[in-house]
């Protein structure tokens, strides 16, 4: 017999032995008031602890929510019960009704005890959804931890519905269409995680895209604008192959970030080329060259301006590749502590910024900038080489580089 059990047994004995004798003498009548203290003191016990068990169950409402309701019934009705003689404990044995011998104890007692029966059907329950369910279960936690409902709120609840409907096999003891159906219930919920996953990390970025659309990027700059538009393709497979892969999901936002930022400052660029006059293509030319000059200054202090743009680009990668080499050699072992390297890859980082920035600048203008024909030949030669212009990451130590537009 449970805890409860032995409580209903004692009340009810108690009650009758308070209630033997209708004319006691005093040694019976203090027994008896004494009895009826404990009576009502052990229902005060009882119905305090199921006052804090009746709060920590709404979870199991997911696994039979006719069970949970009749729990629920009995605990009001014997909440209200015990409310009729708590103020005043010779009501407790005082009979409930006229159509009933049955004492206001005897009823408390009863709807907590059939709450009790009922509980422990849920409990047992409960354990064995959690163990057929498990899969269905676990994916339907990771979607709430998506907040997939935030998103996709409509198909969520059509989802939520059906996983409640799995519950419902195993309270009618249906395990088979229970598990039949949770494989129906994965295929879709892992549907909603990989829109889900998309919605989040892929759909801001798409936003993004049709902006620079509106601002006629796709006009100005149609080759960075495909390139967006390949990696937004490529983020979208990884997401379809591994939404849980937030590691690579993550690099490839940036990758998308970066060609977003590209195509839209390109476009500006070729936008205001185009807005130049073909007299003023010369001196776009010269600007180049003299950012290529700062570089060369800042790597080796050359001036390569007599040999075209792209013999210039060749002979600055050399001179980075070179000056790269001879660092690491110097820095090992032993400078390999030293504080001066921060300062040095500070330079390098800003001086990589710089080239990057012009290759592309140089070969978007390849592809958009047509050079008035009055414009000497080996000027548009020099352009047209920097399409090829590639700097690898690094310069010389100590390298004092100073960037201006």
Known sequence: ????????????????????????????????????????????????????????????????????????????????????FAGSPETAFK?????????YLERFLDEINQAQITLTKLDKLKVKSDRVLAPAIKQMAYLNSLDAARYYRSEYTRLNRFYAKLFNYIDN?????????????????????????????????????????RNDVR????????????????????IDLTPRNFKAIDKKVIEIQFELDHAAHIALEVKGLRDRSKDDYENFILEIENKLLRISRA???????????????????????????????????????DKNNDTSIEQVTAL???VEAQKQQIQQLRLEAKPAPSIDESVATQQNGNAELEIPINAAKNAEVEISE
């Open 1 to 84: 017999m449970n805890y409860m059990g032995k409580v209903a047994v004692a009340l009810v004995l108690t009650a009758l032995l308070s209630a033997c004798g209708s004319t006691p003498d005093n040694g019976q009548g203090v027994t008896s008031a004494i009895n009826t203290g404990d009576a009502v003191k052990n229902a005060q016990n009882i119905h305090q602890n199921w006052q804090g068990k009746i709060q920590s169950i709404e979870h199991l409402q997911l696994y039979s929510p006719n069970k949970y309701g009749v729990v629920q019934a009995h605990w009001k009705k014997a909440d209200s019960i015990y409310q009729s």
């Open 95 to 103: 009979s409930y009704s006229i159509f009933s011998s049955a004492t």
């Open 173 to 213: 003891d249906d395990v088979s269409d229970a598990r039949e159906e949770q494989e129906e219930f994965l295929e879709r919920s892992f549907s909603l995680e990989i829109k889900t996953v998309k919605k989040i990390y892929i759909a801001p970025l798409e936003t993004r895209l049709r902006e620079l659309r």
């Open 219 to 238: 006009y100005y700059a149609p080759l960075s604008y495909s390139r967006v538009e390949t990696e937004i393709t490529d983020g979208n497979r990884i």
């Open 299 to 337: 790597l080796d202090n050359q001036d390569l301006r007599n040999q075209p743009i792209r013999s210039q680009a060749k002979l600055i990668t050399e001179g980075v590749l070179s000056a790269r080499k001879s660092n690491f050699i110097q820095t090992q072992p032993y400078y390999a502590d």
């Open 352 to 354: 990589t910024k710089l």
